[in-house]
């Protein structure tokens, strides 16, 4: 039995089981935290009936213009609790909520190792569009966004015809296009402080 | 989405090198400028920053006290005292910076949002109020509107007594319904905050109007599920069981396999029924619904396991409401409902953890018969080795093997281990480092290696164990306060009070506060060998003999106990006895600790007048208190 619902920081102090996989990350604080901060609706769990997290998503809007798109962050189940649809009904739910944002794809990179990932990203109609060598580009000591091995080949994947600007898949939305959080109108961003 | 593998002190020491020359270059280049321009503020704070990366606090605090009393308001130099003043773990100087600059210029909304910003970082709500208003009347744009009705939010969370929380709530509440009467609510972000405001007093009739009223239209971000979910919340608070029900029956048909919904519905079925007329019969009705859920999703075929697992809930409800005698008639055999889940999802580890809160449901004497079938469901060989489609029996034990030495498993079974090695300090360190514990993992898995490798006298790993743990534990601070502002950007108001109390359960932990404590045992006893070294030590641990600054009453067991699945007899289960008193004892050990390090620094209040000191770390306590 699976509850969805919004993940919480408290379900930072028990979510091991899921992050103890090997192909799972645990990054700093902060990224957990600025996640909930940006984009809180992204950030799903699924919850056994007596309280053990069995899995989490974690997602983004980005891009601008026409590369208006969700982003998955994270998507990992625990081994226990695999093969029973749960990472399907978590990307349903970014795909949901990346649709209200009016975003046109959804994308996320996998490792190329990754045969699981990428063959249920196939599954749920996804291709992969490009191969990039590096992910990961940033500074190596920020733990924080790290994570990937660096020079390790990654894919990109995205719903079908989504690599091509023109042809969006028909159910995505292209009404006006927005960058940044639409609904939290009326600050002039650029005036706000930046972070230090 | 692997982790770094473990990055030994020499790679650390390399990549450091290099950012030394940097601050030494750093502070001669400010010098070459500061020959030309002695004045100029901005040069001065950063040869102050190098200075401190080098750890010359003393110069750096002497440069910049000098340039923040000169008041300076240009951005360059205001950056670079922020970064100085939150490397120096005083964040409160930062609000008197940007507090003298808006002095300077009044009119200007950027120094004014930082000013805001400052006072979020400190948790200064009154003062937060106070620049949000001043914002709004500069600018009157709703976030800053909204920044303040936050503000006495924030003010409600942290005061402790009923009365002041009720008139900050109501403040809150005010400002927003003044926006609502003029319509002025735009963002979704808004509504979401006055939800939270009407919820937290307990407020849900006003609740339930705003989800059913125009307000809802501006919640469009949201998973599907959101307002539903709030309205049947806000039902089940005011006990309108009938509604409740009916919104939560349409969200199983929306979303068969959310449990939550299945919990929920029945138990406002439940209540109804005390309440029903005797022509009614809520619970038949549920039980006819839940059937043909069930029935939809056998035909379907699908993996949901909601539908099946539906009508052993309903029956589990009526056993515990006393009604057990008509579960038979309503709901069928239990153990019908249970081997038909058993045949479906008998091969997943998911299939104890569902069943076995309804194992109760099968009385003693029919306990046989539930294994006969079980068994009966699996194919067995000569031997009694059960087969499966792509392995014989011969096969079986190779096939088994080939899993155990399969790097992953091996590698994620070893994780799990770890909490179980003890005494073999080594062995579990290796395995330990493997696990690549980080982060939270040091507060929530600290338990499994941390004090048993000080017992072992394995001190090189406990220290390595200690310095990351209290890195993590003095880095909480920032890592929290830079999220907190970003809420106040990005308009998720409504977690603002969640990451505070995850800073606070954090900055409480018991395991923290016992790292705190054998760190600084183990530096006495380890790095100390003449009385002056003790004296030293002593000084810059900023012990206080005549009181222990714990907060006693809000420690918090952060413990992750649940990370291996367990199928022992509930008896032999880790019970909620077993916990409270570890923690009771491990409290008593840390009393005990602290008092050690007290006596030790009396003894040496003794021989030496005290000088206080304030160690980096000291301060970085007190700022995490
Ligand atoms: C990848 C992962 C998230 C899949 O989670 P899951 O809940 O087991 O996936 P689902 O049950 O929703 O699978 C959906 C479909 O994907 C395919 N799939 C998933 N796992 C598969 C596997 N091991 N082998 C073959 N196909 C698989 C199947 O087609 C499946 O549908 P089906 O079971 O009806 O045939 C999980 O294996 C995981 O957490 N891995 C480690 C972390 C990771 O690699 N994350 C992805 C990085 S972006």
């Known amino acids: 039995m699976t509850t969805l619902r919004p993940f919480r920081c408290e379900d930072m102090f028990h979510f091991n089981n899921v992050n103890l996989d090997p192909l799972t990350e645990t990054y700093g604080l902060s990224f957990y935290l600025q996640y909930l901060a940006h984009w809180p609706e992204y950030f799903q769990v699924a919850e056994s009936s007596s309280g053990v997290i069995m899995g989490y998503i974690m997602g983004k809007a980005e891009g601008h213009g026409e590369n208006w798109h969700g982003h998955v962050t994270a998507l990992t189940v625990a081994p226990e609790y695999r093969r029973l649809g749960l990472a399907k009904q978590l990307m349903a739910i970014l795909e949901d909520i990346s649709e209200k944002k009016r975003c046109y794809f959804v994308d996320l990179f996998v490792r190329v190792s990754n045969v699981v990932a990428i063959t249920m990203y196939k599954k749920l109609g996804y291709i992969v569009y490009r191969t990039v060598l590096q992910y990961y580009s940033g500074d190596p000591d920020e733990d924080a966004y790290g994570g990937w091995l660096e020079h390790e080949k990654l894919l990109v994947a995205s719903p079908p015809d989504c690599s091509a600007h023109a042809q969006f898949p028909p159910h995505w939305s292209k009404g006006v296009l927005v960058c940044g959080r639409p609904d939290w109108t009326g600050l002039n961003r650029s005036r706000l402080p930046r972070k230090t | 989405m692997a982790g770094r593998v473990h990055v030994d002190d020499s790679v650390i020491e390399r990549r450091l090198r290099p950012l030394r020359g940097t601050n030494k270059k750093a502070v001669q280049e400010a010098d070459k400028v500061l ?69 300077g ?72 319904n003044n926006f609502v009467k003029n319509g002025k609510i735009e963002a979704e972000a808004e509504v979401m905050t006055y939800l939270h405001i009407l919820e937290t007093q307990g407020k849900y009739e006003e609740a339930l109007a705003v989800v059913d009223g125009p307000l809802a239209s501006r919640v469009i971000h949201q998973p599907g599920n959101f307002l539903p979910l709030r309205r049947a919340h806000y039902h089940t608070r005011l006990k309108h069981w009938a509604q409740a029900a009916t919104v939560y029956r349409d969200l199983i048909t929306q979303e068969p396999d959310n449990w939550q919904h299945y919990v929920e519905y029945i138990r406002s079925v439940i209540h109804l029924t005390t309440e029903a007329s005797p022509a009614e019969d809520p619970i038949a009705e549920a039980a006819e619904f839940l059937s043909g859920v069930r029935r939809k999703a056998v035909e379907e075929r699908n993996k949901d396991r909601g539908p099946v697992l539906g009508l052993l809930q309903l029956a589990k409800a009526l056993q515990e409401a006393g009604w057990g005698g008509r579960i038979e008639a309503l709901c069928g055999d239990p153990l019908d409902l249970l081997l038909s889940y058993i045949e479906g ?58 899993v155990v030495k399969t790097p992953t498993t091996a590698l994620n079974t070893g994780r799990k281990m770890v909490t179980r090695i003890s005494g073999a300090t080594g062995a579990a360190r290796g395995v330990y480092e493997r696990c690549d514990m980080k982060h939270i993992q040091l507060d929530t898995l600290g338990h499994v290696l941390a004090l048993q490798a000080l017992d072992t006298g394995s001190y090189t790993t406990a220290a390595a164990i200690f310095s990351n743990t209290l890195k993590f534990f003095m880095a909480n601070y920032k890592d929290t306060s830079d999220p907190l502002i970003s809420s106040y950007k990005y308009g998720s108001l409504t977690r603002i009070p969640e990451f505070v109390e995850f800073r606070e359960r954090l900055s409480n932990s018991l395991h923290f506060a016992t790292v705190t404590a054998e760190q600084m045992l183990l530096d006495l006893t380890s790095d100390v060998s003449s009385h002056g070294q003790l004296v030293e030590a002593v000084q810059q641990m900023d012990i206080d003999p005549a009181t222990d600054r714990t907060d006693w009453h809000h420690l918090t067991d952060n413990r992750d106990l649940a990370v291996m699945n367990t199928w022992e007899p509930p008896h032999r289960c880790l019970q909620e006895e077993d916990i409270v008193a570890s923690v009771a004892a491990d409290t008593a050990l840390l009393r005990l600790r602290n008092l050690t390090l007290r006596l030790v620094g009396a003894a040496c209040a003794l021989t030496h007048p005290p000088h206080h000191h304030n160690t980096l770390s000291s301060t970085a306590n007190k700022e995490n208190r």
């Open chain 2, 35 to 103: 020959r030309k321009q002695p004045a100029l503020h901005c040069a001065r704070v950063l040869k102050g920053l190098a200075l401190l990366r080098l750890g010359r606090r003393g110069e750096c605090e002497a440069l910049v006290a000098a340039v923040t009393k000169d008041a300076p308001t240009d951005e360059a130099t205001l950056q670079a005292l922020t970064i100085c003043y939150r490397e120096m773990h005083t964040p409160d100087q930062i609000c008197r910076v940007y507090e003298n600059a808006v002095k």
């Open chain 2, 105 to 176: 210029e009044p009119g200007n909304e950027e120094l004014l949002s930082h000013l805001f910003m400052s006072y979020v970082r400190v948790g200064d709500y009154k003062n937060q109020h106070q620049a949000a208003m001043k914002l709004y009347k500069l600018k009157p744009k709703n976030p800053y509107y909204f920044w303040a009705v936050m503000s006495h939010v924030m003010q409600a969370h942290k005061l402790g007594d009923a009365k002041s929380k009720e008139v900050c709530l109501l403040l809150a509440e005010r400002m927003v």
């Open chain 2, 345 to 402: 999802y008998g091969d997943k580890m998911c299939c104890y953890g569902d069943l076995v809160n309804f194992l109760a449901l099968v009385p003693g004497a029919r306990v046989g018969e539930l294994l006969g079938r079980v068994r009966a469901l699996c194919r067995l060989s000569a031997s009694g080795v059960p087969l499966d489609e792509t392995h014989t029996a011969n096969e079986n034990p190779a096939f088994a093997n080939g």
